[in-house]
């Protein structure tokens, strides 16, 4: 496509419930960043693909949180028995390779009631 | 470590004025920095980047910023605001790879337009 796809656009979880984001970066994008934006505050980062190599998981908050790329291509978020600290919006950045801009996709605002 | 500051949670200004957000970043590395602009339900624009080329930085929408090494700063301004300029403005910053240690972000700043 002709840029970062993420779905769904929305989504609400009742607590305990698992949930997964889908992240489509741009083709042929090696690498990958998922970001969690909570209300009124700064993207922060979560983790990083460099094809389906996840090269620094750092920034996931807890054991919960899960991300895989098994193809190189398509990405997704899983979050395991969501808890009401999870509501935010999710952000997927696809870069060609290292050192390139980052091209972001509209998100996923997840809300956990 | 890498951080960001952006000094004002908000800002307004008349349309037609002068727009300065203001930003300061810490990185025990030479920075890449950015600016980004979010509008309401959107993701994030690249307004522009430093990547240690020019200091002063034109980007996107008539918006510019200049890197200070010794302020430690970069400032984004545009001389006159447009209704269409209010958004959601976030400084960034990087290591030198630009990318593979991802971007750290400030806590926006939202630009408000008065008519």
């Known amino acids: 496509g002709a840029g970062v796809s993420q779905s769904p656009r929305y989504k609400v979880a009742k607590r305990g419930q698992d949930v997964a984001l889908r992240c489509d970066p741009i083709?042929?994008?090696?690498?990958l960043f998922w970001y969690q934006q909570a209300l009124g505050q700064g993207p922060e980062f979560l983790t990083y693909?460099?094809?389906?190599?996840?090269?620094?998981k750092s920034g996931l908050p807890s054991d919960r949180f899960f991300a895989e790329r098994p193809e190189g291509s398509v990405s997704t978020l899983k979050i395991q028995r969501t808890q009401q600290e999870d509501s935010a919006v999710y952000l997927c950045?696809?870069?060609?390779?290292?050192?390139?801009?980052?091209?972001f996709g509209q998100g996923t605002r997840l809300t956990v009631v | 470590a890498q951080s960001v500051t952006q000094l004002g949670s908000h800002v307004s200004v008349s349309e037609g004025a002068l727009v300065l957000l203001r930003c300061n970043y810490s990185?025990?590395?030479?920075?890449?920095l950015f600016w980004y602009v979010q509008y309401p339900n959107q993701g994030l624009q690249l307004l522009l980047k430093?990547?240690?080329?020019?200091?002063l930085v034109k980007g996107i929408n008539g918006f510019e910023a200049e890197f200070k090494k010794s302020e430690t700063s970069f400032h984004l301004t545009k001389p006159s605001a447009h209704m269409s300029d209010a958004a959601e403005y976030f400084c960034?910053?990087?290591?030198?790879?630009?990318?593979?240690?991802?971007?750290?972000f400030g806590k926006g700043t939202h630009l408000i337009i008065q008519p």
């Open positions: 693909f460099q094809n389906e190599a996840q090269l620094d």
């Open positions: 083709s042929g994008h090696v690498s």
């Open positions: 950045a696809s870069l060609l390779v290292a050192n390139t801009e980052a091209f």
């Open positions: 990185s025990s590395v030479p920075p890449y």
């Open positions: 960034a910053v990087s290591g030198a790879g630009g990318g593979a240690d991802g971007l750290t």
């Open positions: 430093y990547t240690s080329a020019a200091t």
